[in-house]
């Protein structure tokens, strides 16, 4: 084993540099790693929890510290939102079948599944938009509705765009479409970003019905 | 197994046909276009990065000018307020986050890992084109109704709910976009350092500017979110008047303050942490021997990141903070400069007996050291509560802060570009003109900010634009030392275009030196090498091999013992 010597004793050492005849890593320039983009949309949805893991600090130390002014506490309807959280969890198992399916090379299956998860997400949505509608407080009234809104609404954004990534993926599902059994990457990408929302709102209902 | 040497790196095979990633430009157009080439971008980032730095220099101008007289003569107070907020936004948000970050780390960080570019090309790209609009949009402010923002670049409320609405909001657009860029790049750093290694390159054998970069990329990731969030409900509260943070309405000052600290606390080290991996590579270079104590590097590095998280409060010691936290919050930051001190030690210790080259790049990283560790001092005095509560929001805090980021940060930064200037153009700086820079810059920096240190423990204000005549001749002092810092710039100016095209010829490797972006030609081709990218298992093995001790193997005897006993 020889080693490198930059032209000068002082640096003389032992395997500095050594090009191993290991295969190539290549990948092409401008394409992007397949294992790593799950990775980075991981990264992602933790850089987004943190959004929220903000807005749930601010509304437990308001909880904490501010109190209402009298006549605004609010006693919250339980039983729409409970029905709403159980469409959302009911929808990340449906969309954990249609990635089964996917995998089984059952297309029909998977896009009928993601159908139905999208059908759940935008029933959640229309149960949020009902109970927005049949609540006694404005976004202005006082500091709890401010956040109450902040919070489902920041929320409902996440669902909306979880909602269009799902039909986009069920359109890319048709066979010969981009998203195969070979090519899950669209699928997962939605299921990871789908199981994601449904855990914040798991947290949210529990600090702002429950607590 | 076939071994390379800096001499092999002639175009060996085909060099690829078309430039990668589709209709791309060449020449100097690719650095005005969508380019997904890391170097092109890590480039744009820079030298957009240089613009904004001379923009917020020239603020800081007429900061300094107002000041060298004690009443309110050079510009309305208002005005004063919106150049302190500009220059505080430009250059923490448009200079030094960007390039130390997104400039150097974009073109190094691909040839440290032995990758071709950075994990996500497009991502990357959008990251750095979401910057321009964001600091055009900045500028604008300064011509809306009503001026730019006028709170600082603290935005506290209610201060920034009650001064005028319409700059206040831009400037939330600005830093909610650069915001954005930040955690796109810094998602991206991650991806490559973790996912995109070349096979056999393990992650204890990285140069240590990786490591920086994963720490502070952890940090972006964990904490601009927040300050995101934060922004968009204060937006809130100006725009559709709802009342987070406004406590006529109910709202909870404190509560800004913490989310915004817990942004802007790390903040500082991810302005830093990236410093500091910058020096540990320019070290050993030009001290011609191994970056001393590698893993304690590292996780210094690591002990910092997770520190940084917790001790925000400590900016909130006069915000009414109960006596637990004032206790936690002060101990928690006291144990920060036990890894800080680690690295400062490991740079000295690499410093140590070695055959120093004090060239442009050495004086910068030096100096660094000096600066940095002077800043640190204070800073731990800062830490402390009763002292705190003296000095809080006077020219102490400012002097501390631009020991930090300008002596520490800034100073890498010029280390950097004269140390890497030849491996991006090809061509050599001008050492007499460097050395010239630098004195000028030293000299300048510590006359500018070094008295701020005494007018601050004697009471003077930060941020008001009058101040008591007693402080006359110490502000008259340090508004000459910043004449210096902005003639100093002058002599740098010239070099880097000069240099460009007169220059003398780098050759592929000026400083023999053994990190991976050296191994290949100056400037580097498009997929950085032609062929295999070089196995680089040891980065710092300089010096000759029977005087180099492997600290991960080493026994007590050989650390102490040494040969002659
Ligand atoms: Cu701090």
Same mark, same amino acid.
């Given at each position: ?128 938009? #009902? ?81 | ?81 919106? #150049? ?173 303050? %913490? ?50 998280? #917790? ?78 509560? %003296?000095? %809080? ?173």
């Amino acid at each position: 084993m020889t080693s490198l010597a930059p032209g000068n004793s002082d640096t003389e050492t032992r395997d500095v540099v050594s090009t191993a005849a290991v295969a190539h890593a290549g990948h092409d320039h401008g394409g992007e790693h397949a294992d790593a983009r799950l990775f980075g949309l991981a990264t992602f949805l933790v850089a987004d929890g943190m959004t929220f893991a903000g807005f749930f600090a601010a509304y437990l130390t308001f909880r904490a510290v501010n109190p209402l002014p009298p006549g605004s506490n609010y006693e919250l309807e339980l039983v729409l939102p409970a029905i709403n959280t159980m469409l959302l969890l009911v929808s990340s198992y449906t969309f954990h079948r249609a990635g089964r399916g996917l995998l089984r090379g059952d297309g029909p299956a998977c896009r009928l599944w993601l159908l139905l998860t999208a059908a759940l997400g935008a029933a959640f949505l229309a149960g949020q938009m #009902v109970e927005y509608f049949h609540l006694p407080f404005g976004l202005t009234d006082n500091l709890f509705a401010s956040t109450f809104y902040a919070l489902t609404g920041f929320h409902g954004l996440h669902v909306t765009l979880g909602v269009i990534c799902i039909l986009i993926v069920w359109w890319q599902c048709r066979s010969g479409g981009r998203v195969a059994a070979s090519t899950p990457f669209g699928l997962e990408a939605a299921e990871l970003y789908w199981h994601f929302v449904d855990g914040i709102w798991v947290i949210l209902f529990g600090i702002l019905y429950l607590l | 197994m076939t071994l390379a040497s800096p001499t092999d790196f002639q175009p060996q095979g085909e060099p690829p046909a078309s430039s990668p990633g589709g209709l791309q430009p060449d020449g100097w157009l690719r650095y005005l276009s969508f380019s997904l080439d890391h170097k092109v971008i890590g480039l744009q980032y820079l030298v957009c990065g240089f613009f904004f730095y001379f923009l917020g220099g020239a603020l800081a101008g007429v900061i300094r000018t107002e000041l060298a007289s004690p009443i309110s003569d050079f510009v309305s107070r208002e005005t004063y307020n919106e #150049v302190l907020t500009l220059h505080g936004t430009v250059m923490i948000f448009l200079w030094i986050v960007p390039v130390v970050n997104g400039a150097f780390g974009n073109y190094l960080i691909p040839f440290y890992v032995g990758a071709r570019d950075m994990a996500f090309p497009r991502l990357n790209a959008v990251a750095f084109w979401l910057i321009p609009p964001a600091g055009l949009l900045l500028i604008t402010s300064y011509f809306v109704q009503g001026g730019a923002a006028q709170s600082g670049w603290t935005a506290y409320p209610p201060l920034s709910i009650t001064t005028p609405a319409l700059g206040q909001v831009l400037w939330i657009l600005s830093v909610l976009l650069l915001g954005g860029s930040s955690i796109f790049g810094g998602i991206n750093f991650i991806a490559t350092i973790l996912k995109l290694r070349r096979p056999g390159l393990k992650m204890m054998q990285l140069p240590m500017y990786c490591w920086a970069m994963l720490g502070t990329s952890i940090l972006v990731v964990l904490s601009t979110p927040v300050l995101a969030g934060t922004l968009i409900l204060l937006s809130f509260d100006i725009i559709a008047h709802t009342g987070f943070f406004n406590p006529a309405l109910g709202g909870n000052v404190v509560v800004y303050q %913490h989310l915004f600290w817990f942004y802007s606390h790390p903040a500082v080290y991810i302005m830093v942490l990236p410093a500091f991996g910058l020096v540990s590579e320019i070290l050993p270079i030009h001290a011609r021997k191994p970056l001393f104590g590698y893993t304690t590097m590292v996780y210094s590095i690591m002990g910092i990141v997770v520190l940084g998280l #917790v001790v925000w409060a400590h900016h909130m010691f006069t915000s009414g903070t109960p006596p637990w936290m004032r206790l936690f919050f002060t101990i928690a930051t006291s144990f920060i400069a036990v890894p800080t001190g680690i690295k400062f030690f490991n740079w000295l210790a690499t410093l140590w007996g070695g055959k120093i080259a004090l060239n442009s790049a050495m004086l910068f990283a030096c100096a660094f050291i000096v600066n940095f560790v002077f800043g640190g001092i204070t800073g731990v005095a800062l830490a402390q509560v009763p002292f705190d509560i %003296h000095v %809080h929001d006077t020219y102490f805090v400012v002097a501390h802060f631009h020991y930090i980021v300008y002596g520490g940060t800034v100073f890498v930064i010029f280390s950097s570009v004269y140390h890497w200037y030849p491996k991006f153009t090809g061509r050599m700086l001008n050492e007499h003109l460097g050395r010239f820079h630098f004195l000028l810059t030293f000299i300048g920096f510590n006359l500018c900010f070094a008295p701020q240190h005494w007018l601050g423990l004697n009471g003077m204000p930060r941020r008001v634009a009058e101040y008591d005549p007693s402080f006359a001749t110490w502000n008259q002092v340090s508004s000459v030392g910043a004449l210096l810092m902005a003639i100093s710039s002058l002599p740098f100016l010239i070099n880097i275009l000069v240099s460009a095209y007169r220059g003398e010829i780098a050759g592929d490797n000026p400083w023999r030196a053994l990190t991976p972006e050296w191994l290949t030609t100056s400037p580097p081709p498009v997929e950085n090498w032609i062929g295999e990218a070089p196995l680089v298992t040891h980065p710092y093995g300089y010096g000759s091999a029977q005087d180099q001790i492997d600290l991960g193997a080493a026994t007590g005897r050989d650390l102490w013992g040494g040969p002659g006993l």
